[in-house]
């Protein structure tokens, strides 16, 4: 086998050199010479002689690696089963849950592949079904370790692994283990998949693969398989169904059935016993019972992956003082593993788990299982509780949680041969931990969400159950469940909302196309492979949160509210009440019997109509106009497509949405507004240039005015003549750039220019008087001639006002 390669390296290296120099044909011939004895033997076998497994005609391949693995003494059903299933019979196994089945499969499948001699060749030659991804994976592994010296190629397919890996090693394989959605997506999906000669088709849990969970996808599996091979099916709880039988065109199968004379269908060494409770004390009851059992491996079963989800943080959170675990549906395929993994491995711990974890998987040494809610059939308790007490020495306890109204089960137990007693709880040792509870919840509003998931689900659980004997989602004190759970205001349960506001009569489905219904409901809950039968309608819920109490004491069977199915606008539901429908025999009260009426109520306007009307009205959904005050219509340049193609696309008006084409028209819109966005960042660039330089502006505009008022402060010559009257004006005055006019046009050009270096420009064009000059380097104008001006201070001073006018006209003169 390919996986062992690794282990056979180590284990033998000898054999292989062995094998190295041992002539081909030689080996050979002593194979076949070995096949033949074997194969001869098959008819000689009596179940009741077989001491230990060599008392079986099996290959040394195959008694080595049991060996290796302590198995020495075949249990009942692999002393019958294998013997029937090396002869090429066909059959049907049930033996007790934990009683060694999967090696009564997988010893056929190693001889049988054996004695074909099978190379990888050939391609796939066994195909192992089970229900869920934790058990193929638990078979994969026992397949391993049994037959790691055997040459088979092993692949375990199943969902939530790499798709395109398995895709390339489909055609290698001889030996798969999968689960049904997995196998028919590659069956569907790989061209390198063949089945053509298969050998062997078991399916583990047979019964739960042939149930409705899975009946299209088990259909269409089989389709795909030759006619002509054997086929194994074995499980706890067997089925009979002419009809199953049917349809894998079992050819006269064997009925091996160890067990079916003794006096109880689950283990001896398993002691289970039942406690009935209210709805409300039952988390308290399993919080003290889990603080009371903190040395021990527990396994709590739970009716649906939020109530597992819910428990397990809340407990998470008030912190019992031992390990817990969750495993259920909707987690990671990988969390799963680790989980599973964990769960194996650990001895003092508690795992919160839906029916996933109820079938076929062998976690060794759990000390006690509890069914926290009840089972919804007899299946699925032997199932549950069968997770412990496993093996040949295996022991174990199993406890059912009943509410009043489900005590009926007990009956059903007991008629099947389950010896299960009624235990009462010691109420002083329940501690519910409810303040605490309260107390998280209202501050932690993700933990509250969940339990108001929970909440909801474990009541739409309720009501998906077909035997409404001991199910009756109306006898539940919906308000107390609530509180137990932390909520102090219940979640509204629209549903049931709906169902008793519309006064419509609810029958309990009672013919066969009602079973049929049921086990539809079932399949559609189930999504992943049918891990879990509750992880859909988990995903469905997001109930409002209003209160809507109502007393136990009010709820009666005979007042079950009739429920009118098609007056339901509520989309998010649709599914479920959908199937619950057909689920349900609906009889219209005759008194308020109006049939017209009720006929045109009945059309609801889903929201897939509304988008269908608004689709043929050609409404742009989404889209704002703007208007002036004028009433004209403001265009939004960001929302008008312009490109080629969108015009294109609005002429041939395809209805719904092409993705391919609203992609290429993105892309082609994004052109524009790319360059859109450009002419906006150069404008916006423009502008702060603009800004910058108006502030410069301004600031060399302070600085003049400073100068200005500076000047004030020398000495003022305002009394002295205008040169220009007295002289006339001179040619040349704009050469030596004393011409404010001058600047001012100089400065304006400079502006203009923009993106000119101001000062170069000041350089060529604009010459301040020195005073502007000095200033403009900072150094005060009263120390450029401070001598100076004292003279002509001093001067003007001492001098009247005709005697300085005297003076001022000599000087000119002078000059
Ligand atoms: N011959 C044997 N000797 C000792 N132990 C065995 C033998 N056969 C099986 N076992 C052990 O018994 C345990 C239960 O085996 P297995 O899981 O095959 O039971 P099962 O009948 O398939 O149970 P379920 O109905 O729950 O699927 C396993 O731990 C397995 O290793």
Request: a positive charge.
């Given at each position: 086998m390919t996986e062992n390669e690794g282990k056979n390296k180590q284990k033998g290296s000898k054999q292989k050199k062995?094998?190295?120099?041992?002539?081909?044909?030689?080996?050979?011939?002593?194979?076949?010479?070995?096949?033949?004895?074997?194969?001869?033997?098959?008819?000689?076998?009596?179940?009741?002689?077989?001491?230990?497994?060599?008392?079986?005609?099996?290959?040394q391949k195959t008694l080595k690696g049991l060996k290796e693995n302590n198995y020495i003494t075949p249990t009942e059903i692999q002393k019958q089963a294998i013997g029937y299933a090396l002869q090429g019979k066909d059959i049907l196994g049930a033996a007790k849950t934990g009683s060694g089945k999967t090696l009564a499969f997988l010893i056929p499948i190693l001889e049988n592949l054996f004695c074909k001699k099978w190379t990888r060749l050939d391609g796939v030659g066994a195909l192992v079904i089970s229900p869920t991804r934790e058990l193929a994976y638990q078979i994969y592994e026992t397949l391993r370790k049994v037959g790691y010296l055997h040459d088979f190629s092993v692949g375990l397919i199943i969902g939530g692994q790499n798709l395109k890996f398995e895709r390339k090693r489909m055609d290698q394989m001889n030996i798969l283990i999968c689960t049904p959605g997995r196998l028919l997506q590659h069956m569907d999906e790989n061209p390198l998949f063949d089945c053509n000669h298969l050998q062997i088709l078991v399916l583990d849990e047979a019964d739960r693969c042939l149930d409705m969970g899975f009946a299209a996808t088990m259909n269409a599996i089989i389709e795909n398989l030759p006619p002509e091979r054997q086929t194994l099916l074995f499980s706890a709880t067997q089925t009979k169904s002419v009809k199953d039988l049917a349809r894998l065109s079992l050819s006269f199968p064997t009925y091996v059935a160890p067990h079916e004379q003794a006096e109880t269908v689950t283990p001896e060494s398993l002691q289970q016993s039942y406690i009935v409770c209210e709805i409300d004390e039952k988390l308290g009851i399993l919080w003290s019972f889990i603080k009371n059992h903190l040395k021990q491996k527990v396994l709590v079963f739970m009716a649906t992956c939020k109530q597992v989800k819910y428990t397990y943080d809340l407990f998470c959170k008030l912190r019992p003082g031992v390990s817990l675990l969750a495993l259920y549906g909707t987690l990671h395929q990988e969390k799963r593993e680790k989980?599973?993994?964990?769960?194996?491995?650990?001895?003092?711990?508690?795992?919160?788990?839906?029916?996933?974890?109820?079938?076929?998987?062998?976690?060794?040494?759990?000390?006690?299982?509890?069914?926290?809610?009840?089972?919804?059939?007899?299946?699925?308790?032997?199932?549950?509780?069968?997770?412990?007490?496993?093996?040949?020495?295996?022991?174990?306890?199993?406890?059912?949680?009943?509410?009043?109204?489900?005590?009926?089960?007990?009956?059903?137990?007991?008629?099947?041969?389950?010896?299960?007693?009624?235990?009462?709880?010691?109420?002083?040792?329940?501690?519910?931990p409810q303040r605490k509870i309260e107390a998280?919840?209202?501050?932690?509003?993700?933990?509250?969400?969940?339990?108001?998931?929970?909440?909801?689900?474990?009541?739409?659980?309720?009501?998906?159950?077909?035997?409404?004997?001991?199910?009756?989602v109306q006898l539940l004190d919906t308000d107390a469940y609530a509180r137990s759970l932390g909520l102090i205001v219940p979640p509204r349960i629209r549903f049931m909302h709906k169902y008793q506001k519309n006064n419509v009569a609810i029958k309990q489905p009672e013919n066969d196309e009602g079973d049929k219904v049921v086990e539809k409901l079932k399949a559609k809950a189930n999504d992943d492979e049918g891990s879990d039968q509750s992880a859909s309608s988990d995903e469905s819920e997001e109930e409002e949160v209003i209160p809507e109490p109502k007393k136990k004491a009010e709820r009666t069977k005979a007042e079950i509210p009739k429920f009118d199915f098609h007056n339901n606008d509520d989309s998010d539901e649709d599914d479920f009440l959908q199937v619950k429908n057909a689920n349900i025999d609906i009889e219209t009260d005759p008194v308020e019997e109006e049939p017209s009426k009720t006929k045109k109520k009945s059309k609801p306007l889903t929201k897939a109509a509304v988008a269908k009307k608004i689709l043929k009205k050609k409404i742009k959904v989404n889209t704002t106009v703007k208007f002036t005050d004028d009433g004209e219509a403001i265009q939004d340049e960001k929302r008008d497509l312009k490109s080629e193609l969108a015009k294109q696309l609005n002429d041939e008006n395809i209805g719904g949405i092409d993705i391919e084409k609203a992609k290429e028209l993105l892309q082609e819109e994004d052109k524009f507004d790319k360059i859109r966005f450009r002419e906006k960042v150069k404008a916006k660039h423009k502008e702060e240039k603009r800004k910058l330089k108006n502030k410069k502006k301004e600031e060399m505009g302070e600085k003049d005015d400073f100068g200005s008022q500076s000047e004030s402060d020398g000495p003022d010559l305002s009394w002295l003549p205008d040169p220009d009257k007295v002289y006339g004006k001179k040619e040349d005055d704009n050469d030596d750039g004393s011409n404010s006019g001058g600047d001012k046009d100089s400065f304006r050009s400079n502006d203009e220019e923009g993106s000119q270096d101001e000062s170069d420009d000041e350089q060529i064009y604009h010459r301040p008087a020195k005073r502007k000059l000095v200033e403009s380097k900072g150094i005060p104008q009263e120390s450029v001639a401070p001598r100076k001006v004292k003279k002509i201070q001093d001067i003007s001073s001492s001098l009247s006002v005709q005697e300085a006018e005297a003076l001022a006209m000599r000087l000119l003169q002078k000059k």
């Open positions: 062995f094998k190295l120099y041992k002539p081909r044909k030689k080996k050979s011939v002593e194979e076949d010479a070995a096949i033949q004895y074997l194969q001869a033997q098959y008819d000689k076998i009596v179940p009741d002689e077989i001491k230990t497994f060599k008392d079986l005609p099996l290959s989980i599973y993994n964990e769960f194996c491995r650990k001895s003092n711990v508690v795992l919160f788990a839906t029916d996933l974890a109820s079938r076929g998987l062998d976690f060794p040494r759990v000390n006690w299982v509890i069914q926290m809610d009840c089972p919804e059939d007899v299946e699925t308790y032997i199932h549950r509780a069968g997770r412990t007490a496993r093996g040949v020495f295996g022991k174990g306890e199993g406890l059912l949680m009943l509410l009043p109204n489900e005590e009926k089960f007990v009956e059903d137990l007991k008629n099947r041969k389950i010896p299960i007693n009624k235990i009462s709880v010691d109420p002083s040792k329940v501690v519910a998280l919840l209202s501050d932690n509003t993700e933990l509250k969400q969940t339990a108001q998931r929970a909440f909801v689900n474990y009541l739409k659980s309720v009501f998906l159950m077909k035997n409404k004997e001991i199910f009756n």
